[in-house]
T-cell receptor, first 113, second 113 residues
Framework: AQSVSQHNHHVILSEAASLELGCNYS??????LFWYVQYPGQHLQLLLK??????LVKGIKGFEAEFIKSKFSFNLRKPSVQWSDTAEYFC???????????FGSGTRLQVQP | DGGITQSPKYLFRKEGQNVTLSCEQN?????MYWYRQDPGQGLRLIYY???????QKGDIAEGYSVSREKKESFPLTVTSAQKNPTAFYLC????????????FGPGTRLTVL
């Protein structure tokens, strides 16, 4: 069975600090990878995705993620966080054998002004 | 205004009662999904449907039922058999061909009193 691990459950940063959130998956095949964000009181929305091609993908609001196939990882990065990045971040994966998403447990990011 | 709507936003239920959560989409998507979100556990798949009049159980289907009589609608019934129904329920939809992004509704928070 496929699974997704997010290593950081709660991260606290000051504004302008750099961010890296870890995501590792186990899946026997070609994968599609996603990062979703849930701002307080808002919909779960797509931050970025990887289907194929360049393993470094850029998303909205200055976020990027790198797919490293050999490490089964898809870590999320942002060079300089803002207070408005305070949210919960979810890594998710699917593939040909399973169209529904498998989610990690989420990382709650708190950015202090 | 295209998107996914879920109603109601908040729902309270007495133990032993069945309750139905609504999910409607006007994105013309083929596939629809129900996920349950609990603190610290991410999102888990309850049911999904790839086509009208067909649906499959997800990872935690016990105590839930669904129907897919129309392409745009995928209601979820939480039955009295669900042992711990208090949670945040999210509906999503996507195309059912090739890799694609799932779009999420605003969610329904169900509380069992």
């Amino acid at each position: 069975a496929q699974s997704v691990s997010q290593h950081n459950h709660h991260v606290i940063l000051s504004e302008a600090a750099s961010l890296e959130l870890g995501c590792n998956y186990s899946y026997g095949g070609t994968v599609n990878l996603f990062w979703y964000v849930q701002y307080p009181g808002q919909h779960l929305q797509l931050l970025l995705k990887y289907f194929s091609g360049d393993p470094l993908v850029k998303g909205i609001k200055g976020f990027e993620a790198e797919f490293i196939k050999s490490k089964f990882s898809f870590n999320l990065r942002k060079p300089s966080v803002q207070w408005s990045d305070t949210a919960e971040y979810f890594c998710a994966v699917n593939g040909p054998g399973r169209r529904a998403l498998t989610f990690g447990s989420g990382t709650r990011l708190q950015v202090q002004p | 205004d295209g998107g996914i709507t879920q109603s109601p936003k908040y729902l309270f239920r007495k133990e032993g009662q069945n309750v139905t959560l609504s999910c409607e989409q006007n994105l013309n998507h083929d596939a629809m999904y129900w996920y349950r979100q609990d603190p610290g556990q991410g999102l888990r798949l309850i049911y999904y449907s790839q086509i009208v009049n067909d649906f499959q159980k997800g990872d935690i289907a016990e105590g839930y039922s669904v129907s897919r009589e129309k392409k745009e609608s995928f209601p979820l019934t939480v039955t009295s058999a669900q042992k711990n129904p208090t949670a945040f329920y999210l509906c999503a939809s996507s195309w059912d061909r090739g890799p694609d992004t799932q779009y999420f509704g605003p969610g329904t928070r169900l509380t069992v009193l």
